[in-house]
T-cell receptor, first 115, second 114 residues
C-alpha cells in the first residue's frame, strides 16, 4: 500500500510569507506526527495528533506554527510570517496507534528554504 | 527530559567489514523503546531495528544487530558485512512506552568505502 506522502517536496519562500505543508498519512493510521530537521541535526518533535483527541502541541517552537488534521486523514502544518531560522526539512510520520511500540512510518519530507 | 547522544558525527567502513555506531540515552523510566533509523540522501527515514527495554535479548535483523546495555543506558548498532547501500545518516531514537514522540540523537554519517 501507499506510504506517507508529503507535498510540496521543496518550498522556497520569502521571509515574512506564510507557508502550508501537507501530509497524507497511511490509510488507517490514527496517529500523526510532525518533526523538524535542521541541517545536519536530528529530528525535533513539533506536534502529535491521535484520533479525535486534543493534539499534543508541546513541541511547536512559537505561535507562528500551527497544524490541523481532518479526522484521521490529511494534516497541514502552517508557518506564518516565516523567518530564516525556519529553514529546515519538515517530516511527517504516522502510526497505527500510540500505544505499545507504535512504529512510526515517515514521509519523504518537505525542504523549506526561507530567503 | 530524555536525551539521546550519538558521539560519532561521522564513521567510515570498508565494504564487507563490520562497523559499530554508538548511542547513549538518559531516562528515569524503567520501560521504553529504542530504535535505529537510517536516512539516505532521499530523506526517507527507514526503521532499521528496534528494542524493547524489558527484553534482555538483543534485537537482530539480518546484518544489523544491537548491543543493549540497560544499566549503562547504551544502545549501539552493529552492521556486519557492510554494503555500499548502507551508506546513510543513522539516527538513534527513544520513545516512552506511554508516550507518543520520538526523541532523536544528532545522527552519525556512515560512509562505506568500496
Amino acid at each position: 500500500g501507499a506510504g506517507v506522502s508529503q507535498s510540496p517536496s521543496n518550498k522556497v519562500t520569502e521571509k515574512g510569507k506564510d507557508v502550508e505543508l501537507r501530509c497524507d498519512p497511511i490509510s488507517g493510521h490514527t496517529a500523526l506526527y510532525w518533526y523538524r530537521q535542521r541541517l545536519g541535526q536530528g529530528l525535533e518533535f513539533l506536534i502529535y495528533f491521535q484520533g479525535n483527541s486534543a493534539p499534543d502541541k508541546s513541541g511547536l517552537p512559537s505561535d507562528r506554527f500551527s497544524a490541523e488534521r481532518t479526522g484521521e486523514s490529511v494534516s497541514t502544518l502552517t508557518i506564518q510570517r516565516t523567518q530564516q531560522e525556519d529553514s529546515a526539512v519538515y517530516l511527517c510520520a504516522s502510526s497505527l496507534f500510540q500505544g505499545a511500540i507504535g512504529e512510526q512510518y515517515f514521509g519523504p519530507g518537505t525542504r523549506l528554504t526561507v530567503t | 527530559a530524555q536525551t539521546v547522544t550519538q558521539s560519532q558525527p561521522e564513521m567510515s567502513v570498508q565494504e564487507a567489514e563490520t562497523v559499530t555506531l554508538s548511542c547513549t540515552y538518559d531516562t528515569s523510566e524503567s520501560d521504553y523503546y529504542l530504535f535505529w533509523y537510517k536516512q539516505p540522501p532521499s530523506r526517507q527515514m527507514i526503521l532499521v531495528i528496534r528494542q524493547e527495554a524489558y527484553k534482555q535479548q538483543n534485537a537482530t535483523e539480518n546484518r544489523f544487530s544491537v548491543n543493549f546495555q540497560k544499566a549503562a543506558k547504551s544502545f549501539s548498532l552493529k552492521i556486519s558485512d557492510s554494503q555500499l547501500g548502507d551508506a546513510a545518516m543513522y539516527f538513534c531514537a527513544y520513545k516512552e512506552t506511554s508516550g507518543s514522540r520520538l526523541t532523536f540523537g544528532e545522527g552519525t554519517q556512515l560512509t562505506v568505502n568500496p
